[in-house]
């Protein structure tokens, strides 16, 4: 599909990935053509299926979010209905906030957020507890180095 983006839409999706709430008539200033055309062309990549939605991004410390840690875990069955109640588990809890299936010896690694440590433990505790996981290891996050849009669009 990148094959079919001109360097214009390739413009508009980087600037919509660095601020989502701009104004159409300020995307078109900086994508250098004018306001029409310009909506035209993000309904056109919202149609697609390129643009998938648009967010804001909040301050986790300031909404009381003050732990942040990744759970590595190994299933002892990676059977299609056991990874399915599994995933199942995981898309109803509030404090996973990404959950990513990996090849080799761990089988997800979950982005998680807690207000504190106690409650942080709390979660380990019942995410060990849940059927058919194996182990679990967790490192919590000491300091964002990078947090980029998951599309580069150099």
């Known amino acids: ?5 001109d360097d ?6 980087r600037e919509l990935q660095a601020d989502g709430r701009m104004t159409n008539v300020e995307l078109a200033s900086r994508v250098g053509i004018s306001p029409p055309p310009c909506l035209r ?10 643009i998938t939605g648009y967010r804001a991004l909040l301050d986790e ?3 009381g979010l003050e732990v942040v840690c990744f759970a590595f875990v190994h299933l002892a069955s990676q059977a299609e209905a056991d990874l399915a109640a599994f995933q199942s588990h995981i898309r109803a809890w509030d404090a996973v906030r ?3 299936t990996l090849s080799g ?13 106690k409650a942080f433990q709390d979660f ?3 995410l060990t507890a849940l059927p058919n996981v194996r182990n ?9 180095v990078k947090d980029e849009p998951i599309a580069p669009l150099s």
Request: proline share 2%; glycine share 4%.
């Open 1 to 5: 599909m990148r094959s079919k983006l």
């Open 8 to 13: 214009i839409d390739l413009a508009i999706l």
């Open 41 to 50: 062309r993000v309904r056109a990549l919202e149609e697609a299926g390129l």
């Open 61 to 63: 410390k300031k909404l």
């Open 98 to 100: 990404e959950c990513w």
């Open 105 to 117: 010896d761990i089988d997800f690694i979950l982005k998680c957020v807690a207000p504190d440590l």
């Open 124 to 126: 380990v505790g019942d």
């Open 136 to 144: 679990v290891r967790t490192a919590l996050a000491l300091d964002r």
